[in-house]
């Protein structure tokens, strides 16, 4: 069945309200320098398809994401602060819509860690994918040794569900990835 061209009620067009303040949006051109700095830390080097080492890189990385959306397979939209300011990313892609399934995706800018952007980002992310997209099961996977991702991911009402053994491989070394899910019935815990 085609799809129409316009509307289309799964792209944001504006603001996607979040707990406290936080607001999710679409991400624009104009924001690559601040995606190449994003993408900086070692850490980030998985959560990317390509090095983001120029504001070119950056401007192509939210362009295929902006593609994909056109194409209704994959969202990736901006946590806003209170204050306006953009200091993280929530995405869902794979998007699977005979199964209603997605995979989920976050990372914070640096300067802005440990503040509960990720778990707001996510949260957000989670209810406007079960109502915009009406997707029912949602998926992510970290390695074993990223707390940090863990946490997130536990905050946001992802269950653990089991463990890939050596399913990464980054810079020669294998790491065991641990997968969770959320369905659209599951409880979420207060923040
Ligand atoms: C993982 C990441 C997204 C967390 O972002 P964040 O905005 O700092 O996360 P939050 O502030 O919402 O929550 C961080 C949680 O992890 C905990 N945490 C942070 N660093 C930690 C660490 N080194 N060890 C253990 N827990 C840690 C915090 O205490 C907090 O838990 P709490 O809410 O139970 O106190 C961020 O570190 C990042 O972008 N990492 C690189 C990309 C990545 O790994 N993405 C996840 C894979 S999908």
């Known amino acids: ?3 129409p061209f316009l509307p289309r009620p799964d792209i944001p067009d504006s603001l996607v309200a979040a707990e406290r303040g936080y607001a999710l949006r679409p991400w624009h051109r104009s924001d690559a320098p601040l995606v190449r700095e ?5 850490d980030m080097a998985p959560m990317g398809p390509w090095p983001m080492r120029t504001d070119a890189e950056a401007v192509q990385w939210i362009a295929d994401w902006t593609h994909k959306q056109v194409q209704g397979i994959g969202y990736a939209l901006a946590v806003q602060s209170p204050l306006g300011r953009v200091i993280g990313n929530v995405a869902v892609s794979d998007v699977d819509r005979v199964n209603g399934t997605g995979w989920v995706t976050y990372w914070t800018a640096p300067s802005a860690r440990g503040r509960g952007v990720a778990t707001i980002g996510l949260r957000a992310l989670a209810t406007w994918a079960y109502t915009a997209l009406d997707l029912y099961r949602l998926e992510l996977g970290h390695r074993v040794s990223n707390a940090a991702a863990c946490s997130v991911a536990k905050r946001a009402g992802f269950q653990v569900e089991g463990l890939q053994r050596a399913k ?3 810079e020669g070394a294998r ?3 641990e997968l969770h899910a959320r369905l659209a019935t599951d409880p979420v815990p207060d923040l």
Do not use: G, T
């Open 1 to 3: 069945m085609s799809r």
């Open 38 to 42: 994003a993408f900086a830390p070692e």
């Open 168 to 170: 990464l491989r980054l």
């Open 175 to 177: 790491y065991d990835v």
